[in-house]
């Protein structure tokens, strides 16, 4: 990086807060500060849900992703859309007509004051670890690659997002989400505009797509009934729909994000347009992710992308094992390279047979060159057991950082860091408003003025913040970047869905008879978590339908007394 | 107690609304269940172009 790329990164990171909190700063009120005034139109609820759901992983892990297994991850997101639709249907008319300001609200008025304290603890847990994820994630790729301090690039980039989350509230959460969207985009469509460009000459685009299909990399749907099979349509749209729904019908950040549109059609509209843009989003991301993987077809790629771990394993004496691998990776790529070169003479030559047999070639030369680069980490581990980071991770900044010209360096750093942001200020705003209208008010403090409400959440968005870095700085965080927060929302997100699920559906069960319920259920999904390896996204089916389930026995039994339909129960809205 | 008195009142009113068959004219859409079905159509479309994408470059 020289002095344009931080001139970018700079202009791009504070420019948008700056003006934000120049145009909320009259946020006073606490409708104001914890859901905008109700007042924030359509597009932008939409892109502000957009940014919270995606965050820096999406634009650090998925291109690598992309790179090392193809784009099927993109059907995870398919059970979405169908979850979208449920919580327009149910969720948001019921939230807007009883005017609340956070989702466990409505549990403490559907069940009882026990319940909604349930419900908020466990998003609590839940978010305030995920934002330190949220945090450490960036900060550990780009202070490795660029040599920053970790810490620091910890400090400062929790630092800013704290500051003004602080001083604006919901409001200026919305309004920066916006542009840093706009900074995301911008970003993104211009590494796959340069990763294209830099595709041999003599390649057409089609004819570099049909080569990253042949091996294998375009794979985006697969409609097989195959359990082994990590991605397929079936696992998405089904274990996807539970994650979804629990994460945009119970989680508080995106509650929030959607409560603060004008009336509920706006915030329908926004999550319709998520419904709608999702899917093609996340395929545009793993579509850069595959044109840096053909990029690495025609270049060399390094034997390992964390180059800062290579070269602690040399200075720890693994050099000689890893110039071993290095050679032995050198003559696979040249052989990769030149049967590429038969692979497109073929197709270009149209004769199945010789595609056949240069496409099976080359798919065999891949493998051979990937088993290269397991073997090469394996050092790496040995070298520094506590090597945290995947090298996936890796691809798509040092792709940026190589081989892209100054200026768009600096501002795909941006696009990473503005991610983190964003999604940051989304949670610690949430986790203040439930701390502050969840236990502050109606437990310590019950009748205080808007203005004391509002100190307080700007306190508490503080010390979340402070909470949220300090996991960061101190947390042994887990390996995969890209599903470490998935795997944390499901531990916690089917117990807080059954919650919902039952207020909504099963109007007969009452408030003790579903807490029970939900305490068992997250004690059995955390066991479970310990001691089997169920994939995630069971753990959000298991405590929802755990939760259900139980709650219906316990008020058929246990808690039977109290078993007449509540006065307050509110049935679904399917308009 | 009197925050939850209100709550239950404000609750009470929302479950008369809400068991109500809600009447309104959306924009772009006309009705809530059109847009649903559009955008369940939408969704269909992506993946069918997607599976496209997928059988002509494999």
């Given amino acids: 990086m020289n002095w344009i790329d931080y001139l970018v990164l700079l202009a791009a990171l504070l420019a948008i807060p700056i003006y934000g909190i120049w145009k909320t700063r009259h946020s006073d009120s606490l409708g104001d500060y914890l859901k905008g005034d109700s007042n924030i139109r359509w597009a932008t609820i939409g892109l502000s849900v957009m940014a919270t759901q995606a965050g820096p992983i999406t634009f650090l892990s998925m291109p690598g992703q992309a790179y090392e297994n193809g784009i099927a991850f993109v059907q995870n997101y398919f059970g979405q859309p169908f979850a979208l639709l449920v919580v327009c249907a149910v969720f948001i008319p019921i939230f807007h007509r009883m005017k609340v300001f956070t989702a466990y609200e409505y549990l403490g008025q559907r069940f009882d004051t026990k319940t909604r304290l349930l419900g908020a603890f466990l998003f609590l847990i839940q978010r305030g670890l995920a934002a330190g994820i949220t945090i450490y994630a960036p900060a550990i790729i780009i202070s490795a690659l660029l040599g920053w301090r970790l810490s620091l690039t910890v400090c400062l980039a929790g630092g800013l997002v704290v500051v003004y989350t602080m001083l604006g509230g919901t409001r200026i959460v919305s309004l920066t989400q916006q542009y840093q969207m706009g900074v995301i985009f911008s970003g993104m469509a211009i590494a796959f505009a340069m990763a294209i460009y830099r595709l041999p000459d003599d390649l057409s685009i089609p004819q570099a797509l049909a080569v990253a299909g042949k091996m294998g990399k375009l794979d985006a749907v697969d409609f097989s009934f195959d359990f082994s099979k990590r991605y397929t349509f079936w696992s998405g749209a089904l274990g996807g729909f539970f994650l979804a729904l629990a994460y945009f019908g119970a989680d508080q950040s995106q509650v929030q994000r959607y409560l603060a549109g004008e009336s509920a059609t706006s915030s329908r509209f926004g999550l319709i347009l998520n419904a709608v843009m999702k899917v093609p989003m996340q395929f545009a991301i793993l579509l850069v992710g595959a044109t840096v993987f053909l990029f690495y077809q025609f270049e060399k790629p390094p034997l390992v992308f964390n180059q800062p771990a290579a070269e602690l394993a040399q200075e720890r004496g693994y050099g000689t094992q890893l110039d071993h691998f290095e050679k032995a990776f050198e003559a696979s790529f040249t052989a990769k390279k030149a049967g590429i070169g038969v692979l497109t003479r073929a197709m270009a030559g149209g004769d199945q047979g010789a595609i056949a047999a240069a496409t099976a070639e080359v798919r065999r030369l891949d493998a051979e060159g990937q088993t290269i680069r397991a073997d090469a980490r394996k050092i790496l581990v040995q070298a520094d057991p506590n090597l945290k980071s995947k090298d996936s991770d890796y691809v798509f900044l040092t792709f940026v950082i190589r081989y892209l010209p100054h200026g768009v360096v600096g501002l795909l750093i941006a696009v990473i860091f503005s991610a983190a942001l964003s999604a940051t200020a989304a949670t610690l705003n949430a986790l203040a408003s439930t701390t502050t209208v969840d236990f502050y008010r109606p437990l310590i403090r019950p009748a205080a003025p808007d203005a004391h409400y509002v100190f307080v959440s700007r306190i508490l968005t503080a010390v979340w913040g402070l909470f949220a870095i300090g996991v960061a700085l101190f947390a042994n965080i887990v390996e995969n970047l890209i599903e470490a927060g998935n795997i944390l929302g499901s531990l916690f997100y089917g117990s807080l869905l059954g919650l919902f699920v039952v207020a909504f559906f099963l109007r007969h069960v009452r408030g003790s008879a579903v807490f029970a319920a939900a305490v068992i259920s997250q004690v059995a999904v955390l066991v479970l978590f310990k001691t089997t390896s169920i994939g995630y996204l069971w753990y959000n089916v298991i405590g929802c339908a755990g939760v259900a389930f139980l709650s219906l026995v316990f008020q058929a039994t246990i808690f039977r007394d109290g078993a007449s339909p509540t006065p307050t129960a509110t049935a679904p809205v399917t308009a | ?58």
């Fill in chain 2, 1 to 58: 107690m009197m925050l939850d008195e209100e709550a239950i009142a404000d609750t009470e009113a929302a479950t008369r609304k809400t068991v109500e068959p809600e009447i309104e004219r959306v924009p772009l859409f006309g009705t809530w269940p059109r847009a649903y079905v559009i955008v369940l159509g939408l969704f269909g479309a992506e993946v069918a172009l997607l599976y496209a994408f997928t059988r002509f470059f494999s």
